[in-house]
């Protein structure tokens, strides 16, 4: 149920003891809203309408308060996203050691531009502001790990690798 | 209590003053845009820097508080702040301000509704630069519903939150909320909750610039041709302040008028849309006759002398329905010329709404049933027994000008009637069932006064002219009143009913226009100014 009492296909937490404890670590319930909020993220892999209801009504505030909140970050997707995202910084130091042309190459090789995800849902490309590994350019972090120091070779193989 | 020097001018204040308060307290402007003494502070729009002496930057004045400082620390040994309002740095960092405020701005005046009661124009022309120094694209985003009523023009939008702030604090719906960030910022609502709420008209207002529009207002009209009055909304008991803007005899808008101790600076659609209702109902504007089925217009002399022929025939046996539609004068005159018992229509009851804010509606949507009950003291709750006890069978009947349908006892008392006057402004089902009806005013061509359900007595003002042969509604019961006694006494204005009022009724004793002004009087002894 959200606070319109309307019930959407609702979104629930697989883990309500997680939920308790973050809940636990604050002393206002709205407090907890950023970490359900990536808690959510990880089970559902985006932000959707459901989502938001479901944590407007768990931290007691209007949905508009929440979805301010998640507009609010980049790393908050509110639209589905691939397996895989490639995050392509575009910072100085890596663009000039040809950050854009590892675009250009995931580009090509998966006829996806940057903010959208291929046909199969295997990789979403994304370029990013400084992932702050500036003398190790170009940087590239797929998920939660980054790849240091890359050519258009090596990134190739790498994309290869992941499923 | 400090004391605090604005510019040349020394005043004591209250300590936790703000400084811009206090300036606008004190006849000084300091320019503002996402301050509004209603919402929270947020210091965000950065109009209302000023330069404090001492302080290394220059301080937003709206979150600016004056408390006491140590006495050596007072500038110039007495003063505990100086502040600077109109010094080259202050004047600089404005046109500054306002450059960023109209990087993406369209500059659109000319068919933009705000223009003309914008502060983005006014402060442009008074503090601005002529000329931007932005050459690169303006951002371009098309106009977005917010709800059924609001439209977005985010080009215009200067994103000082404060209509995000409303639905947040004032209405308690939280519909509206910033989105993204930076560039991309812009203010939003839920796909699934629409800005949709009856005081959603109020964001239209108090937004500063062009950007949240109305879409009951949007390219009507230029704000410098209409004629501004200020009345009291008269589509509930609470009775809000209003302003109603009007060009000739086409009401275009209404928007509310501050006043503390009714509305603050708000209103509900209800009121606000209310205008449009008697925009195309069936107006009466000739005395008439029922001769048959059919009516028939007759000159005033006649049907004022048909009537009182009719109640003079009666003797006492007349019943006169008063009515909470109607202003205080003319149901008080209806008590002076009626002799006989009175009494009033079944009453029709709304929702009552309240908000976080304390704003009200009331369930009761008429806007005077206090006062009619002040005014005619000798009203019975019952009418509808005491007519069938007194054998009653002339009725004179003030009518709410509201369609309703009537009960089984409200109709056979209509059919046990010889004879019926009905003093309206449209031809209701009450009206058709009239052996002769007056033409009285709408309620946005009535003057006088109403008593809203706090006891407060407000002047209602009229805004369209008088249509046709339509009188005003105390007048016509002057008349009446002239005909049946030649003794009676004589009023030629409204304003001399009411001190007649306030001689019968010891409570109205001090409501004049004079007293009542803008904000009203209240009868609990707490008058205003």
Redesign the interface.
């Known amino acids: 149920m959200n606070s319109?009492g309307k019930s959407m296909q609702g979104f629930t937490f697989v883990d309500p003891e997680r939920v308790e404890q973050i809940f636990s670590q604050y002393p206002d319930k709205k407090s907890a809203t950023l970490p359900l909020l990536h808690l959510a993220q990880s089970q559902h892999g985006y932000i959707s309408?459901s989502v938001i209801n479901t944590i407007a009504d768990l931290v007691d505030?209007?949905?508009?308060?929440v979805?301010?909140c998640v507009?609010?970050y980049t790393m908050l997707y509110t639209k589905p996203q691939g397996r895989h995202i490639i995050q392509v910084c575009q910072t100085l130091s890596c663009s000039l050691n040809g950050a854009d042309s590892l675009v250009d190459h995931v580009m090509d090789k998966y006829e996806i531009k940057p903010g959208e995800t291929t046909a199969d849902d295997r990789f979403t490309l994304m370029k990013v502001e400084c992932l702050g590994s500036c003398g190790t350019a170009p940087v590239v972090q797929i998920n939660k790990e980054y790849h240091e120091g890359l050519s258009t070779q090596n990134f190739d193989k790498l994309l290869e690798s992941f499923e | 209590m400090p004391l605090l020097k604005i510019d040349d001018k020394e005043i004591q204040v209250q300590s936790g003053a703000t400084v811009l308060e206090t300036a606008e307290a004190n006849g000084i402007e300091i320019p503002h845009y996402c301050y509004h003494p209603a919402l929270e502070v947020v210091g965000s729009c950065r109009m209302c820097l000023v330069q404090v002496e001492g302080m290394p930057k220059l301080q937003v004045s709206c979150n600016t508080f004056v408390g006491d400082v140590h006495p050596d620390r007072k500038v110039d040994g007495k003063y505990d702040m100086v502040v600077h309002t109109q010094n080259d740095l202050v004047v600089q960092e404005r046109k500054n301000i306002l450059e960023f405020l109209l990087l993406n701005h369209p500059l659109d005046c000319p068919v933009c509704d705000q223009a003309g009661e914008c502060y983005l124009q006014d402060y442009s022309f008074k503090f601005g630069n002529a000329h931007s120094r932005f050459e690169e694209n303006k951002r371009v985003r098309s106009n977005e519903y917010l709800g059924s009523q609001i439209v977005i023009n985010h080009n215009r939008c200067i994103l000082c939150s404060r209509c995000v702030r409303f639905?947040?604090e004032i209405s308690g719906?939280?519909?509206?909320?910033?989105?993204?960030?930076g560039y991309n910022t812009k203010v939003?609502?839920?796909e699934?909750?629409p800005l949709d709420n009856l005081l959603a008209g109020n964001v239209a207002d108090i937004c500063p610039v062009g950007a949240l529009l109305s879409t009951d207002y949007i390219h009507k009209n230029r704000i410098w041709n209409l004629k501004k009055q200020s009345s009291v909304c008269q589509d509930c008991s609470v009775g809000c302040n209003v302003d109603v803007f009007s060009q000739t005899n086409q009401i275009f808008r209404l928007t509310p008028r501050e006043n503390h101790d009714v509305n603050g600076y708000f209103m509900c659609d209800i009121g606000r849309y209310g205008f449009h209702r008697f925009e195309e109902i069936e107006r009466v504007t000739q005395p008439m006759i029922r001769e048959g089925d059919s009516f028939v217009s007759f000159e005033w002399e006649e049907a004022i002398q048909e009537t009182v022929d009719r109640l003079k025939r009666a003797g006492g046996k007349v019943a006169g329905v008063t009515s909470p539609y109607h202003t205080n004068e003319t149901n008080f005159m209806l008590g002076l010329m009626v002799d006989g018992i009175l009494g009033n229509l079944s009453q029709i009851d709304g929702e009552e709404i309240n908000y976080p804010s304390g704003f009200r509606i009331s369930s009761d949507r008429s806007p005077n049933r206090n006062g009619m009950n002040d005014v005619c003291p000798g009203n019975v709750d019952d009418l509808i027994s005491d007519i069938d006890e007194q054998n009653i069978r002339t009725i004179y009947i003030l009518d709410d000008g509201v369609d309703r349908d009537f009960d089984e006892v409200w109709k056979s008392i209509l059919s046990k009637m010889d004879f019926v006057v009905v003093q309206t402004y449209r031809m209701t089902m009450l009206a058709q069932s009239a052996n002769i009806i007056l033409p009285g005013l709408a309620p946005f061509e009535r003057e006088g006064t109403i008593t809203n359900d706090g006891g407060r007595v407000q002047w209602l003002r009229p805004s369209l002219p008088i249509k046709g042969e339509s009188r005003a509604d105390w007048e016509i019961l002057m008349m009446a009143l002239k005909a049946l006694d030649n003794n009676a006494q004589i009023f030629t204005d409204v304003s001399q009913v009411m001190k007649k009022m306030g001689e019968k009724i010891p409570a109205y004793k001090d409501v004049s226009f004079f007293n009542l002004g803008d904000k009203g009087l209240s009868l609990n002894g707490i008058a205003s100014k």
């Open positions: 319109n309408n505030c209007h949905p508009a308060i979805m301010d507009s609010f | 639905t947040q719906t939280s519909e509206l909320f910033v989105e993204a960030r939003a609502a839920l699934e909750k």
